[in-house]
Structure formats: structure tokens, C-alpha cells
T-cell receptor, first 116, second 112 residues
Framework: EPEVTQTPSHQVTQMGQEVILRCVPI?????FYWYRQILGQKVEFLVS????????KSEIFDDQFSVERPDGSNFTLKIRSTKLEDSAMYFC??????????????FGPGTRLTVL | QKEVEQNSGPLSVPEGAIASLNCTYS??????FFWYRQYSGKSPELIMS????GDKEDGRFTAQLNKASQYVSLLIRDSQPSDSATYLC????????????FGAGTRLAVHP
């Protein structure tokens, strides 16, 4: 299975602080996604990123969120001023190849964000 | 509002039995359907994808799709304790590399 990597695995921050979550998606793909999962709840779509631009975002992805591609391979999700309700697992996902079809999405291991 | 519905469970089956997991979706334009397995504290792991009506088999797993009824299911044959996890149904709408919409998941418990 193709591998998506994420860092850090766990981030603890104080409310109001900025956090940056990092992801290295499967190489040679232009599409890239961020999802989050609050403990005990559904996996929710945040944003999709295509060819260095946001292609779609959810209502959750407000002005406090931003996504960037600082270099050719890494993607970041930034939360400018964290709130308690931002505590969740954040997953990045990347389209895969072959297994099951071209539009499958493979998830990274996630970053657990804890806002105190 | 496009939704994906699953029975939250837990679904408890004995080892060696067939586990049947069900999912319904609201968007008739959906074209792609996925089953993910998620162990506690871990990320979703892709098990199966299905795009056409009918059955698709992969090892002990069989996905079934009925677009007319807007229904997707996953059968796990010869269930093992290691299959105990939450199974997430995900649906992608038509066109391009769109987002996945997830159900809340069904918790499966396979007891020896």
C-alpha cells in the first residue's frame, strides 16, 4: 500500500496558539486532502488541494485554517489560533494507484492535536 | 446535505462466522464507494472499493453495491478476532477527485 507520512504524531498546544501539521503525500500526485476526526465522531472533510490551489473546502475550513505546499513534496495545514474544539485527529490523504482504482484515497497515520 | 448512514453497532459475531456490514447513501450521483477499516486510535485503512452494481470479492471480503437502492455492504467471511475494528463506509460524488463523505462507522467485535 502506498505510504503517506505525517508529522508530528501528537501535538499539544495552548488555546490561541498557532499549529502547523505536516504531511508528505504519495509522490507524483497533484491532489491532496485533509480530513479531521473528533474523538468518537465521523471522519470529516476539511479541504482538497490540487496543483497548488484549494479546489474545495468545507464549512469547517474557516479563516483560521490554511493549507500550503512550502516545497515540492510537503504539505502543511496551519491553524492560526487554536480553539478547544480543534482537538481532533487530523489526517492527510493522497490518491493511490492501481489498488481498487485511480480515485482511492490513502490516509496518513494522522496527527493527534490536543488544545488545552 | 449528502449523507452516509451506517448502523453504529457493535456487531458481535463469533470467530469463523460471516460479518455483514451495511451502508446507505443519499447522493444518487455518487460513483465510487469505499470501505475502510479503522482500529482504535489509528487512521482509516482502505479495504475495498466498488464502482459498479453487483459484488466484488477480494480475499475474505466481498463488497456489494446496489445503486438503485443506494446501498453498499461489506461481507467478511471467516471472521477473525483481528477483524475487530470500526468499519467506515465512504462515498465519493461524481466528477474528478472529489472529497470522501464518511459514515459514522460500524464497530465489529469478533469473539473467539
Amino acid at each position: 500500500e502506498p505510504e503517506v507520512t505525517q508529522t508530528p504524531s501528537h501535538q499539544v498546544t495552548q488555546m490561541g496558539q498557532e499549529v502547523i501539521l505536516r504531511c508528505v503525500p504519495i509522490s507524483n500526485h497533484l491532489y491532496f486532502y485533509w480530513y479531521r476526526q473528533i474523538l468518537g465522531q465521523k471522519v470529516e472533510f476539511l479541504v482538497s488541494f490540487y496543483n497548488n490551489e484549494i479546489s474545495e473546502k468545507s464549512e469547517i475550513f474557516d479563516d483560521q485554517f490554511s493549507v500550503e505546499r512550502p516545497d515540492g513534496s510537503n504539505f502543511t495545514l496551519k491553524i492560526r489560533s487554536t480553539k478547544l474544539e480543534d482537538s481532533a485527529m487530523y489526517f492527510c490523504a493522497s490518491p493511490g494507484l492501481k489498488r481498487g482504482g485511480g480515485d482511492t484515497q490513502y490516509f496518513g497515520p494522522g496527527t493527534r492535536l490536543t488544545v488545552l | 446535505q449528502k449523507e452516509v448512514e451506517q448502523n453504529s453497532g457493535p456487531l458481535s459475531v463469533p470467530e469463523g462466522a460471516i460479518a455483514s456490514l451495511n451502508c446507505t447513501y443519499s447522493d444518487r450521483g455518487s460513483q465510487s464507494f469505499f470501505w475502510y477499516r479503522q482500529y482504535s486510535g489509528k487512521s482509516p485503512e482502505l479495504i475495498m472499493s466498488i464502482y459498479s452494481n453487483g459484488d466484488k470479492e477480494d480475499g475474505r471480503f466481498t463488497a456489494q453495491l446496489n445503486k438503485a437502492s443506494q446501498y453498499v455492504s461489506l461481507l467478511i467471511r471467516d471472521s477473525q478476532p483481528s477483524d475487530s475494528a470500526t468499519y467506515l463506509c465512504a462515498v465519493r460524488g461524481s466528477g474528478g477527485y472529489n472529497k470522501l463523505i464518511f459514515g459514522a462507522g460500524t464497530r465489529l467485535a469478533v469473539h473467539p
